[in-house]
């Protein structure tokens, strides 16, 4: 029995009339964007440009109207209609999504590698129309060391191995010892940290040479810098954030001045602060050096942010903890240190995390000093007369590290936000 | 007694740190000025300035002085975020709906792009726009046309530029258009709470602002002229653009970073707002017989916003102090003019470096004072 067909509205009747009609226009219009994209042929060309131009979407518009069938009993195809195709705004988009996707695949893969030179050590090496990975190949010493002397990036590379194996200890210790934990983290750490990166990477004494801040830079810089903030910005956000909640009305609206000040002050002001204002307000004959200073204005400026995002967790306490506290007879110190701030700042680790992500985020921002971390240096490999014209490769590069560390970062965030949830 | 004095120490430690701190530095920089001959002060304000900058919203030249240069940074500022805020928020808004969508592909689109450029630091795509993107675009005389008027070229965007005769009528205009908008919703408010009456409040409105304008123009005070910038040859190989408004690239992959990069934080605070209500709010309204379009304009949007807005005005301060990073690319804003440029000719770093500081802090604490007082008037009214 032949039913009558209603192109406008398709129904479970004449079923296979309706998908095999739509799927022939569906795939018409995604063949001629392929061809185009892939291989430069219209096949369409004997029309007039603006009919040309549209008509894959017309076709597919028209592919997606046919086969939105309601309740037509095949799984795959009520899924399809369900999650792209509900109606025809949601199929126009649908389709130019699609169409983009397939445009940009063609240029993007023969740029980043089809067309793309890796070989070779000059710019010439690179005929290609595509990037020129040679040009990241060169510079990588420098992207990554700055302009540490090559014969001693070792020291770099062993300062950075002990430090994140030193960062891992916390996950092996015997229960009698899993108590200093915290102080080990909080005080021990750092302390190393800030040892072996005095004593390794600065060096100047035990026979090694001794290397100026001005020549460290790259990616190390990058993560140098993120580091001593990162250790520095906690234990001073954490006062602030006490002292904002505190019941002195001194100690109160100095931290307050001091949270807002910061927080109202975009971070290059701060570091011009560091530069040319701070020396000022230093003795004459005292010198400090720059990566100093510039550790010390990052760590205060997010040391603010830190202290919003802990006054949250504060404030997310329960009034009976501190009451309780109380009756036990706790000071003020002994009722923060073990009721209030681990309770406190279990809550508070995904904002802190985020935090942090903005700190990494924000260590380009030394170049306002003349410290070169990893995109300084992509700007002095840039106009290297021997390598001009790489700007787009050096930038594609930094992106994809920054992006790297900092999605993985976020990720990690999300996910101990999901895991402290549950426990209140 | 005992309690009293364990108050009143501790402040009295603190304040005194803080002083002695303070001192310590004031004292310093006296020794320090002196040995530099350098008196603090804000005289040199009215000093001629001597330098040129770039692209200015005001007249200037180094004839003016530096007060006037700290003008035309400031002012230069406030563009960028303007445009900024307004950019990134049309596109946050239209980002945080579509990861709400049902569609998957444009769920996934929009979890892209959010992931994508939150993900790279602003100072980077800054660069990317400036000295890659826009770099690859062509030289003037090169330059194909965009429907014939605009052109975007290495140089910058050339747009036609509007010549207005009689402005500020046709302002009148629209200054009366809104107030008449103001009366008739009060007026509609009224109606509703008395009679229970809807009015088409917001066909009015939308007719009103069109029709007052409108008048303005057909009665023939004001008018209305577009001037198209043209190619002008200036030497052998050099041309330029004459007429029209031209916008600086350097203006364009700032204003580009920066909505996009913030746009991004927008559609996470829309998407947590709208996921924020719950379904029987929805449900709800349905149930007493609203329609589609009155339970997003009755229920959903104003307990949304309620949500939304305290996390997007952080974003728009955000956005505000990122337009600093101008000073990476050469974009004349405050800080480059005035904490780069002015402070290099004058060697006046307290005095510059204090006053740039509580400009941005002025700025922020405006844009959050308006957002608190309008985030106040929608909260929930208890009665």
Known sequence: MMNKLNFLKPDRKNLNT????????????????????????????????????????????????????????????????????????????????????????????????????????????????????????????????????????????????LLIALAFVGYFPSEKLRKFLTLYYVAIYPIIAFILIYYLISGGTFGLVWVETGAWGGLSLTFIVSFFCLIFCFPVGMFLALGRRSQLPTVRYISVGFIEFWRGVPLITVLFMSSVMFPMFLPEDFFMDKLVRVIIAISLFEAAYVAEVIRGGLQALPRGQYDAAKSLGMGYWKMHIFVILPQALKLVIPGIANTFLALVKDTPLIFVVGLLELVGMLNLAKTNPEWLGFAMEGYVFAAIIFWIICYAMSKYSYNLELKYKTDR | MNSKVRKIIPQLITLLAVILIFGFFTFNAQINMDNRGIEFGFGFLSQESSFDVQFSLIDYDGSHSYARAYLVGLLNTLLVAFIGIIISTILGVIVGIARLSPNYLIERSAAFYVEFFRNIPLLLQIFFWYFAALRALPLPQNADSIFGVFYLTIKGLFVPRLVWENLDIFFYSLIAAVISIIVIRNYARKIQENQGKQLPVFSISIGLLIILPLLAFLTGVV????????????????????????????????????????????????????????????????????????????????????????????????????????????????VLVFAGT????????????????????SISLAISLLMNWYNKKIAIKEK
């Open chain 1, 18 to 161: 309706y998908l095999y009609s739509g799927s022939f226009l569906f795939f018409i219009a995604i063949f001629d964007v392929f061809l185009s994209s892939f291989f430069k042929i219209n096949i369409t060309s004997f029309l007039p440009n603006l009919v040309s131009f549209l008509l894959p979407l017309i076709l597919g518009i028209l592919g997606l109207h046919l086969i939105r069938i309601e309740f037509s009993g095949i799984k795959n195809l009520d899924l399809l209609n369900k999650n792209i195709n509900t109606n025809n705004f949601n199929a126009t988009l649908t389709l130019i999504i699609i169409f983009a996707i397939i445009k940009s695949i063609a240029p993007v893969t023969s740029w980043f590698f089809i067309d793309a030179n890796i070989a070779g050590d000059t710019k010439e090496a690179c005929t290609g129309s595509g990037a020129c990975w040679t040009y990241i190949k060169i510079w990588l010493r420098r992207f990554i060391y700055g302009m540490y002397p090559n014969e001693l990036q070792w020291r770099i590379n062993i300062s950075f191995i």
């Open chain 2, 223 to 334: 008018s209305l002229g577009v001037e198209v910038p043209v190619l002008e040859q200036i030497a052998t190989t050099s041309f330029i653009y004459k007429g029209g408004l031209g916008i600086p690239p350097e203006l364009i992959a700032l204003t580009l970073a920066l909505s996009l990069y913030t746009a991004t934080f927008i559609a996470e605070c829309v998407r947590a707002g709208i996921q924020g209500i719950s379904k029987g709010q929805k449900e709800a309204a349905a149930s007493i017989g609203l329609t589609p379009n009155q339970i997003l304009k009755l229920v959903i949007m104003p307990q949304a916003l309620r949500i939304i807005i305290p996390p997007t005005t952080n974003q728009y301060l955000n956005l505000t102090k990122n337009s600093s990073l101008a000073a990476a690319i050469a974009y004349p804003d405050l």
């Open chain 2, 342 to 361: 002015a402070l290099m000719q004058t060697g006046r770093a307290i005095e510059i470096v204090s006053i740039t500081m509580l400009t941005y802090l």
